[in-house]
């Protein structure tokens, strides 16, 4: 009778006495702080480094969501490396352009995201790997407006990277290296 008993009980959690319960032990939001401390620098660049065996172009984005059309039309001799959005391809891209470094990288981001410490690095690492850089703030997609403080973030950190940006699509300088 006991067992037969037992297997037969369910709590319903959808109770009001049981709500206080359920929130305490399965969350539906959890806070998260930072998990390292800040450096004292961002990452520094040293541009050009095997730039004399380096040639051609590439394109690539970083982190981009479904509402951004990617990529766009691009001239010939232009590469697209795709959107970066994992840690694979994160680290397979890097490894091909220490074999094959592009002459001109641009590196498309989405400026409604916060510069992170990741994503700069990530730029950082980029950047290292090409002989010239910039570094592309997409325009808001249809419909949506950018956030002017999120916005100064990505400029001020930019800047401390060094590296020139760009509000407007560079393609023309990608292709061919000129504005």
């Not at 694979?88 to 002459?103: C, F, I, M, N």
Request: proline content about 8%.
């Amino acid at each position: 009778r006991w067992k037969q008993g037992s297997a037969g009980l369910r709590l319903d959690l959808e109770l009001p006495e049981y709500l206080e319960l359920r929130e305490r032990l399965m969350p539906s939001s959890e806070r998260l702080g930072v998990n390292d401390v800040e450096p004292a620098a961002l990452h520094q660049i040293q541009p050009g480094v095997g730039a004399s065996d380096s040639n051609g172009a590439l394109l690539v984005a970083i982190e981009l969501d479904d509402q951004q059309v990617w990529p766009p039309e691009l001239p010939s001799g232009v590469v697209d490396a795709g959107i970066l959005d994992s840690r694979e391809s994160r680290h397979k891209l890097l490894e091909q352009l220490t074999q094959y470094p592009p002459a001109r990288i641009v590196i498309a981001c989405d400026p409604r995201r916060s510069p992170d410490r990741g994503s700069l690095a990530l730029i950082a690492e980029l950047a290292r790997s090409a002989g010239a850089t910039r570094v592309w703030l997409l325009p808001a997609p249809a419909g949506q407006v950018l956030d002017l403080e999120r916005l100064g973030d990505w400029h001020t950190a930019l800047d401390q990277l060094q590296l020139p940006r760009t509000d407007s699509a560079p393609l023309n300088w990608l292709e061919t290296g000129h504005d």
